[in-house]
């Protein structure tokens, strides 16, 4: 037996539509954007109309395709709220063709700037003035994995990675990049990271990495980098440091500023002191077999995490937990695929792929806004819940004020 059939979007399903407002306003810039050769004014559908329907679907769980957005697009209520006029589904899935996504990015920029921090934890004073910046990538399907198996294509032609940059104290991402998912080339994840570095930044990052030009260009922009590094790393000590109780109490082993790459070219060597940082952490072998069944989730650890940074004044302790930290680009993954909807892609071309993220990036910024607490599970229910008009505005301000504030 097939699925059952999905009821129609109606006009009940849809409330709250005023919480829009002022983000609205903002999309106003978008408007003209891919009409250049629209001389005689034909264009039915708009980029912020279309960027609008698309906050509609990551918020409210009754839309939850394409077809679906544009059902909406039909009813008075989201037609008056969103000043967009009635789509049709071609357009919705052609026009972003002609749509430029690094338009959004002032916008999330000017909607962080408005953010204050809200995951800030003193221990960090002494990296004050540099934003702490998670990076990781994430894969995601651009087809459902059924239609994949029937045209027998490669993952690879049918996934994108997510190359994230997620700010610790706002919690929230500065910045998506899109590319394919093979990790080769101008995909590899340590080459993107690279091409999109920022002045002033922590980059926190695990050891897929770990390479000496990435880690000298980081220098060169004036931040900084935490990055764990391989266990059968070679290097020699040149300077033991003294540990303290704290770092003792953090589980560091030792503090240590070394000698690394040597061997390597001159251009592929690190061109400034590093410190490595060791952990105690718990054991991770590897396990026999050839099949995946078989294995553990990740690469093997010998129990010890090595953490290199450029950093030389922060305690042992306080790296170790910068380093900690990278568990939330984890947990930001899950909220974004699992509860933001973007585990299914309703585009398959890179324009509506960037666009989709861009203002996935912009839903958890204006919860953080509406909220002054961090996107969590249950308040993206919450609000839900009321977008469907299944809690009322005093039941959702209701649930804001028990939040409890994030502790950094």
């Not at 906050?55 to 697009?73: D, E, G, H, W």
């Not at 700010?167 to 500065?174: F, G």
């Not at 070219?265 to 054991?283: A, M, Q, S, Y």
Request: glycine content about 6%; hydrophobic content about 35%.
């Amino acid at each position: 037996m097939g699925a059952p059939k999905r009821d129609d979007v109606c006009e009940k399903d849809i409330v709250g539509l005023k919480y829009f407002d002022k983000i609205l306003s903002m999309l106003d810039v978008l408007r003209d954007v891919g009409t250049e050769r629209d001389r005689a004014g034909n264009r039915n559908l708009h980029m912020d109309e279309y960027c609008a329907l698309i906050l509609l679907y990551l918020f409210n769980p009754i839309v939850t395709s394409l077809r679906a957005m544009q059902q909406a697009s039909e009813l008075k209520n989201v037609q008056k709220k969103l000043a967009c006029s009635r789509s049709s589904l071609g357009s919705l899935s052609e026009s972003v063709a002609v749509f430029d996504p690094k338009r959004i990015k002032p916008i999330i920029e000017e909607l962080g700037r408005k953010l204050q921090p809200i995951n800030r934890n003193d221990l960090f004073k002494d990296v004050s003035g540099k934003k702490m910046t998670l990076v990781d990538g994430s894969i995601v399907k651009v087809l459902p994995w059924l239609s994949q198996a029937m045209l027998q294509k490669s993952s690879d032609k049918n996934t994108i990675r997510m190359h994230t940059f997620f700010e610790v104290d706002k919690y929230v991402p500065s910045d998506i990049v899109v590319t394919g998912a093979s990790g080769r080339g101008e995909d590899d994840e340590r080459a993107v990271t690279e091409k999109h570095l920022e002045a002033n930044r922590v980059y926190v990052m695990d050891r897929g990495y770990a390479k000496f030009t990435l880690f000298n260009a980081i220098v060169v922009k004036e931040s900084s980098y935490v990055c764990r590094i391989r266990d059968n790393s070679r290097y020699g000590v040149e300077t033991s440091r003294e540990l303290t109780s704290e770092d003792v109490d953090a589980g560091v082993l030792s503090d240590e500023i070394v000698c690394i790459g040597e061997g390597r070219n001159k251009g592929e060597r690190p061109d400034h002191p590093i410190r490595i940082v060791t952990v105690l952490t718990t054991p991770h072998p590897r396990r026999g077999g050839k099949r995946k069944s078989d294995q553990t989730g990740g690469p093997p650890s010998d129990g010890k995490l090595r953490i290199a940074t450029d950093m030389l004044d922060p305690p042992a302790h306080v790296i170790s937990e910068i380093y900690r930290r990278r568990w939330q680009i984890e947990t930001f993954f899950r909220f974004l695929k699992h509860l933001l909807g973007c585990r299914h892609l309703i585009s398959t071309q890179q324009n509506g792929i960037e666009i989709q993220l861009y203002m996935a990036i912009i839903a958890c910024m204006l919860i953080s806004l509406w909220t002054g607490r961090k996107p969590t599970k249950r308040t993206y229910e919450m609000v839900c819940h009321f977008f469907t008009g299944w809690a009322s505005e005093e039941e959702l301000l209701a649930h804001i004020e028990k939040l409890q504030p994030n502790e950094g």
